[in-house]
């Protein structure tokens, strides 16, 4: 199944990068995150109608709720213990525990800021297609990818505290109707991207160690960012274009 998703380069005569090239490779893959997207440049400036905004925070729930589910799929094909250790906080982070609430919450609170009930948020009526179908995906590969190459695929993350910092910074000034109990989502994930993405790298880095290895590697982080550009691609046709799925469809179809 993962060969299906990722394609796995042969086998290379040629030398394998040094450890600091092949970072520096992963780390410029930033130039293709969602940040870029259309969709997210314009809901940076301020250009987008609440409408929009709404229909991200809907569509970007399901994405948060599946990254436990994600997560847990990830450990179940971890052996190491002490790499089990430092993945869990990952699950705590956004399903909570005890008394501390999580990313998931935190979500949910960012819904209500903007307009949503969290009934409208937990029944998912307002996910598209596209999005459902490109979060499922990384599930599935996670589910059947090894350890590392799903720690590989979290490696998003290192470009992320960048786009949370982004929002913080913007979003009270060009959309003030959002409430500001809205942004405690992206506060939580300055620090924990950061924490997570340490560990994400680590294992990266050492366990692909040939050239072939590398570049699947890099096509892994290829795959995940595909997965963020296609939600932002279903939401663009959706709620920029006013072309959400079937609407050209007789309306008793």
């Not at 590989?152 to 290192?158: F, G, K, V």
């Not at 506060?187 to 991207?193: H, I, T, V």
């Not at 880095?205 to 890099?218: D, G, K, P, V």
């Amino acid at each position: 199944m993962v060969q299906l998703v990722v394609r796995k380069p042969a086998k290379s005569q040629q030398p394998a990068w040094p450890r600091d090239e092949f970072e520096r490779r992963l780390r410029a893959k930033e130039r293709l995150y969602h940040i870029h997207h259309p969709f997210q440049v314009r809901m940076n400036a301020g250009e987008l109608e609440p409408a929009a905004i709404r229909g991200w925070v809907a569509n970007r729930f399901y994405y948060q709720t599946s990254i436990p589910i994600k997560d847990a799929a990830v450990m179940a094909n971890c052996r190491d213990r002490e790499a089990r250790r430092l993945w869990v906080q990952r699950i705590i982070d956004h399903d909570g525990t005890g008394g501390a609430d999580g990313g998931i919450e935190a979500w949910l609170q960012l819904g209500d800021a903007v307009g949503l009930t969290r009934e409208e948020l937990l029944d998912e009526r307002h996910v598209l297609p596209g999005v459902r179908f490109a979060v499922d995906a990384y599930v599935n590969f996670a589910r059947a990818a090894t350890f590392e190459e799903a720690a590989c695929s979290s490696l998003t993350e290192l470009f992320a505290p960048t786009i949370h910092q982004r929002r913080l910074d913007n979003w009270p000034d060009v959309y003030p109707w959002i409430e500001a109990q809205g942004y405690n989502y992206f506060r939580k994930r300055l620090s924990e991207a950061r924490r997570d993405v340490e560990h994400g790298l680590q294992v990266t880095l050492e366990h692909f160690t040939q050239r072939h290895e590398q570049e699947y590697a890099l096509n892994i982080l290829q795959f995940k960012l595909d997965v963020l550009w296609s939600m932002l691609d279903a939401m663009w046709m959706a709620y920029m274009n006013d072309m959400p799925p079937y609407h050209s469809c007789p309306e008793d179809a």
